[in-house]
T-cell receptor, first 110, second 115 residues
């Protein structure tokens, strides 16, 4: 079974700081990487996808991928209270199935 | 916008009952998925379907079955509900992104309590 590990939370950051979330995966054949945000009681929503090594920026979010190290991360800059949620890392190989990590809960303190 | 809907937000059932959870997507997606989500365990894949009448087992199919008679609709069936099936059930559908990956879109979820 493909494994996806995320750094255990909860992660508490002050408003305006950078939140750093990490994810490692076991399947070297993984091709696609996703970060989902899930608010309490809600379903996951996609915030970032990344497919090649390096950084990908979208607003205050930056995803970083290093396939050699089997590592993907998400940085949230200028963290806001509305960023308080659980962040799920998901990984896919050549098929269309996703393997999810258990999630990291982020709390942004005002 | 992609829309995935699930028939119920909350359900309470008794042990031994047959339970149907329905999912409908409006984007003509080929692939549909059923997950359950439990605290500390993340999302676990129960079943998925890549075409009408086609299905494949996921990681935890025991105690569940599925039906896909139409492309837009994917049903999860608990043949005889048990208390360990109390969970949040999430349906998703996916489309190719054009860069080799598939983006999954989730429904709002059904929180099932089995008494």
């Amino acid at each position: 079974q493909k494994e996806v590990e995320q750094n255990s939370g909860p992660l508490s950051v002050p408003e305006g700081a950078i939140a750093s979330l990490n994810c490692t995966y076991s399947d070297r054949g993984s091709q696609s990487f996703f970060w989902y945000r899930q608010y309490s009681g809600k379903s996951p929503e996609l915030i970032m996808s990344i497919y090649s090594n390096g950084d990908k920026e979208d607003g205050r979010f930056t995803a970083q991928l290093n396939k050699a190290s089997q590592y993907v991360s998400l940085l949230i800059r200028d963290s806001q209270p509305s960023d308080s949620a659980t962040y799920l890392c998901a990984v896919s190989s050549n098929d269309y199935k996703l393997s999810f990590g258990a999630g990291t809960t982020v709390t942004v303190r005002a | 916008d992609v829309k995935v809907t699930q028939s119920s937000r909350y359900l309470v059932k008794r042990t031994g009952e047959k339970v149907f959870l329905e999912c409908v997507q409006d984007m003509d997606h080929e692939n549909m998925f059923w997950y359950r989500q439990d605290p500390g365990l993340g999302l676990r894949l129960i079943y998925f379907s890549y075409d009408v009448k086609m299905k494949e087992k996921g990681d935890i199919p025991e105690g569940y079955s599925v039906s896909r008679e139409k492309k837009e609709r994917f049903s999860l069936i608990l043949e005889s509900a048990s208390t360990n099936q109390t969970s949040m059930y999430l349906c998703a559908s996916s489309s190719p992104t054009g860069t080799g990956g598939e983006t999954q879109y989730f429904g709002p979820g059904t929180r099932l309590l089995v008494l």
